[in-house]
């Protein structure tokens, strides 16, 4: 069948180009997309070049490269041996393309309940991300929570964290807009890291620090300032991507003195079959956003910003090199071709 594909065929560049995938297993599934979410930060990084995008397979310099993990669509084929979703079904599709048919084994789609738009249901596999980093600081409720980066996944992580029964929620950004986006979406303290007293302000309204903080900055500069926010034996996930190991912290006075724990929370540091305490797979924790936004826990509807055609998607990327005000949330509707 012919697909309609955004590639990066070479760094800085941006292309929708048609292309021959059929399905190759019993159990594939494949989905006419609707929806699919544009991840800036992982996008960014891949349409530029940079080598630390593949997990354990970095260092990766090879292009051309295709992503978009996160979409939602309508089943028009299964395989023979798929059970649990047919024709006509909505689904999450995760580890998708920005494509506009995907092709998945059927462990790689979820069902939409009803009440769940498209736009809505494209968010929930990129909210697993930041919710595996919470499960692992073993979040207690009532406890202070920080958040340090203020991009899509911080922002998603605000809204869980005060889900969970975090308090005070804190987001730390140096854009005004996202520290807004942060307090409309139930951050109860925004702050910029490069105020005078920064640190002091944080301790301030959490009683001497944060028990909990999820670092999405992925920079050294942004881990060393959520350090200086800490409680003593505060845990710290490592949730932004740290692709620069050049890292300058004290880990003596900073880590070591005051018992720190830090977690690296990237999201494939999961199990891939079985959830247990702290550990969910992606399938389990898909469910659980889906689940929290069914039952008025949770609500993303706040956060969908822009829509793009898929033919749009040379501009889009390229703002998304050049712009770093570029929406939180954008997504490339394919409804639109």
């Avoid at 393309?97 to 009803?114: A, F, L, S, T, W």
């Avoid at 490069?194 to 301790?203: L, N």
């Avoid at 880990?251 to 702290?278: E, L, Q």
Wanted: proline letters at 6%; aromatic letters at 8%; glycine letters at 10%.
């Amino acid at each position: 069948m012919k697909v309609k594909q955004i590639i990066f065929p070479r760094p800085n560049c941006a292309e929708l180009i048609e292309t021959e995938k059929s399905p190759k297993s019993p159990l594939d599934v494949v989905v006419k997309t609707a929806v699919s979410t544009i991840s800036p930060g992982t996008e960014r990084a891949n349409i530029t070049g940079d080598p630390n995008v593949a997990g354990k397979r970095a260092p990766d310099t090879t292009f051309p490269r295709s992503v978009g993990y996160s979409s939602a669509g309508t089943v028009v084929e299964v395989g023979e041996a798929v059970t649990s979703v047919k024709p006509g079904d909505r689904v999450i599709v995760y580890w998708g393309k920005h494509q506009d048919y995907n092709i998945v084994p059927e462990e790689r789609v979820v069902r939409i309940p009803d009440e769940i738009s498209f736009e809505e249901a494209a968010l929930p596999f990129i909210a697993t991300f930041p919710l595996a980093a919470i499960r692992k600081t073993r979040l207690e409720l009532g406890e202070s929570a920080m958040v340090m980066g203020l991009g899509l996944l911080g922002q998603l992580a605000i809204r869980l964290l005060r889900a969970a029964g975090a308090y005070p929620v804190i987001g730390v950004d140096p854009v005004a807009s996202r520290r807004d986006e942060a307090r409309q979406g139930g951050a109860d303290y925004v702050f910029d890291p490069f105020a005078e007293g920064f640190a002091d302000s944080v301790k301030a309204v959490t009683g001497g620090g944060a028990k909990v903080c999820i670092e999405v900055t992925g920079v050294g500069a942004g881990l060393d300032g959520a350090l200086d926010c800490m409680a003593r034996f505060g845990r710290v996930a490592l949730l932004g991507c740290t692709r620069d190991k050049n890292f300058t912290i004290d880990y003596y006075r900073k880590v070591h003195c005051p018992g720190i724990t830090m977690i690296g929370a990237h999201t494939n540091a999961r199990p891939t079959d079985t959830s247990y305490p702290g550990y969910f797979t992606h399938r389990d924790d898909i469910n659980a956003v889906l689940n929290l936004i069914v039952g008025g826990r949770l609500s993303l509807k706040s956060m969908l910003n822009d829509s793009y055609s898929p033919a749009e998607c040379e501009a889009v990327f390229e703002r998304i090199i050049n712009d770093r005000s570029f929406p939180t949330v954008a997504q490339f509707d394919w409804r639109k071709l």
